[in-house]
């Protein structure tokens, strides 16, 4: 399924510059990054659990947000995208 | 059941693949053309010539990622092997049964029934969907002559009368193959079987699908912790995939024959995606091989109803569902090895 993770992170001192890098960082690792915080990911039920652990323990939860988007197997008909930075089909055929 | 995931196919020649987290990286001259996550992917398919990095190959050995290196004409060079999967009994049970001639004649007769059975139905299946536009006579004789060998082969109980079987069932319908293709005849035609190299269009295409082909097969196997290496209908020789060639001959009709027909009589593939070679070679050029790629893809994910288990699911998945089976035939958790009947 495609899940949509967004963040916000307060950047106002070293310690938030360093949880948004680890967020960015970790986000990569499931998916692709569409927009400068937000990410898709192609997960299963249980991999989408384990990347939200992972982001729980990265963030202050006083200070920051993350957001989860749940979009099904069939997304296709419910992400439109325009303008710049065109992203790539993860189920379609991958050739570079 | 087990996902059918996605595969990566690297065409760019200068490319080189690097692992950065858990991601694979696809650099062009030390600049990023693209990552992905290595969990969204079953095989990395590279036809290139700089590589991928050590620590690359090391994550995809332990996902479980299978990691082909090729030339950029499609011709398979090597793998990438983590550990060995699957557990030792089952391959020593494997290499037990190989060394007998007796059993290999076992599981043999069953791969090559498969063959002939799905064969001897793709011939069945054009007369009756194409009945005015091919020989139906000249089909349906050759498909009744399938039909005797097939009812020869279920005693069969040595290798070579089976080889020899089967020779005679490939020669049937290599015979009508060229009465399959309806489009662009001038440009595709079947006179026979010519590789190493292909000296014609549609010779090109069937080597290139044989080698995907294999390609899928050799990685379910391993998969499910057989040693591709040892066959038994093809025997032992030192470089050769031999279970692998076994396995891939239920598949080579249904599978990538059928694909490659399908290819020309959509016309999907066209006579300018073909480059000839000085030595009278024919080899697809990077536009047609980009084209035959993403159909190959597309017919991966087009779901079946297995025959065996009667359960839907997508084609990519059937030659691990085999290779599967092959391993409880094995262990002796079946009778025999179903072969993949087509319908």
């Not at chain 2, 959509?266 to 990077?286: C, M, S, T, Y």
């Amino acid at each position: 399924m495609l899940v949509l993770i967004t963040y916000d992170v307060n950047t106002q001192d070293a310690a938030g510059r360093k949880r948004l890098r680890q967020v960015a960082k970790q986000c990569v690792n499931y998916g692709q990054r569409v927009q400068n915080s937000v990410f898709e990911c192609i997960v299963d039920a249980a991999q989408c659990k384990i990347v939200q652990h992972e982001l729980e323990a990265i963030i202050n939860k006083e200070k920051d947000s993350l957001r989860f988007y749940y979009l099904g197997n069939n997304y296709h008909t419910k992400v439109e995208h325009i303008g710049v930075k065109t992203s790539y089909d993860a189920e379609g055929v991958l050739i570079v | 059941m087990r996902h059918l995931l996605n595969t990566l196919f690297v065409l760019t020649e200068d490319s080189y693949l690097t692992l950065e987290g858990e991601n694979v990286v696809v650099l062009c001259e030390s600049e990023v053309r693209a990552r992905f996550p290595l969990h969204t992917l079953q095989a990395i398919l590279y036809f290139g010539y700089k590589g991928a990095s050590p620590a690359l190959m090391g994550a995809c050995a332990s996902r479980g990622v299978t990691l082909s290196f090729l030339t950029s004409f499609g011709k398979f060079l090597a793998q990438a092997c983590g550990k060995m999967q699957g557990n030792v009994l089952l391959r020593k049970q494997q290499y037990r049964l190989s060394d007998s001639e007796h059993d290999s004649c076992q599981i043999a007769r069953h791969f090559i029934i498969g063959k002939v059975y799905n064969c001897r139905w793709i011939l069945e299946r054009a007369t009756r969907d194409h009945a005015m536009r091919v020989d139906v006579a000249r089909l349906k004789k050759n498909s009744l002559q399938m039909a005797e060998i097939l009812s020869q082969l279920a005693p069969c109980s040595d290798l070579d009368t089976l080889r020899g079987l089967e020779g005679k069932a490939a020669n049937f319908y290599f015979d009508v193959f060229d009465e399959l293709i309806l489009q662009n005849k001038e440009h595709f035609y079947f006179q026979n079987r010519s590789r190493r190299p292909p000296r014609d269009n549609v010779n090109a295409l069937l080597s290139f699908a044989y080698t995907l082909l294999a390609n899928d097969c050799a990685a379910a196997l391993e998969s499910v912790g057989l040693d591709s290496y040892v066959g038994f209908l093809h025997r032992d020789r030192p470089g050769r995939a031999s279970l692998t060639l076994d396995l891939m001959e239920e598949f080579r009709g249904v599978y990538a024959d059928r694909f490659v027909i399908s290819l020309i009589n959509n016309r999907e593939i066209l006579p300018k995606q073909f480059e000839q070679k000085e030595n009278g070679a024919v080899w697809l050029n990077d536009e047609g091989r980009k084209a035959v790629l993403s159909a190959w893809q597309a017919r991966k994910k087009a779901t079946i109803t297995h025959p065996f288990l009667n359960e839907k699911l997508p084609w990519g998945l059937v030659p691990y569902v085999q290779a599967l089976l092959l391993s409880r035939y094995l262990r002796g958790d079946l009778d025999a090895y179903p072969p993949f009947f087509w319908k």
